[in-house]
């Protein structure tokens, strides 16, 4: 489990594979393909959607490749398994994890969307590979946030995990800046997922550097 994770996401300046080269040039060696789906009324508009959907995924995950990174596709179980991706990430309203796996064997990493202790336990007696826990604070990159965490909800989760036996990997996502990360990481969560930290500074590239050496402190 890498201790970044990209997400990615667009902005006025960056697409989405823009973000995911800059993050994969700056050292990150996890990311998570997450396209907003618009509301798709026709047919003809879903079927064009997922055209452009796999032809984004095929080509991140050929940067991903090059750069020696974990790809790994948000919600869309068909998609992975049909490209060949190394995982998949499951949303609470999206398929169960354990259906999930039923499809894509024990070969593909699952990782799922957890916001409170009972969650993370479901999903590892599930099988999931690893956990994304969250939101740390409001995003806007996100649709229909859960509550928020802060950090007395990464120590009580991981608390309790601990409590209980279990060794899951679990990273921190929502919100979070650079200057939030040493507290986090102080949490005993195993790292963080980032996205609109990463593409809205000045540098992405060089930001990703300077995250990797703050988690890594």
Not at 19 to 44: F, H, N, Y
Not at 87 to 116: C, E, Q, S, W, Y
Not at 163 to 177: H, M
């Amino acid at each position: 489990m890498n201790n970044l994770q990209f997400i990615s996401h667009y902005t006025e300046q960056y697409s989405y594979l823009d973000g995911i080269r800059m993050a994969l040039e700056g050292g990150c060696k996890w990311v998570q393909l997450r396209v907003k789906s618009p509301d798709l009324i026709t047919d003809e508009a879903k079927a064009e959607f997922m055209a452009s959907l796999k032809a984004m995924a095929l080509e991140a995950q050929r940067m991903c490749r090059e750069h020696g990174a974990t790809f790994i596709i948000d919600d869309n179980v068909a998609l992975v398994k049909e490209i060949g991706a190394d995982g998949v990430h499951l949303g609470k309203k999206d398929m169960p994890i354990n259906g999930a796996r039923r499809i894509l064997g024990k070969d593909f990493i699952i990782g799922g969307t957890a916001n409170t202790f009972e969650d993370v336990k479901a999903h590892y007696e599930a099988g999931a590979d690893y956990i994304g826990c969250g939101p740390f604070r409001f995003t806007t990159t996100k649709q229909g946030l859960s509550p928020i965490l802060g950090l007395e909800g990464y120590r009580s989760i991981v608390s309790r995990m601990r409590a209980e036996g279990i060794d899951l990997p679990i990273v921190a996502i929502g919100g979070i800046t650079k200057e939030d990360i040493p507290e986090i990481m102080q949490t005993g969560v195993t790292g963080i997922a980032l996205s609109g930290t990463i593409l809205n500074a000045e540098n992405p590239v060089a930001e990703t550097r300077r995250i990797i050496e703050t988690i890594n402190k």
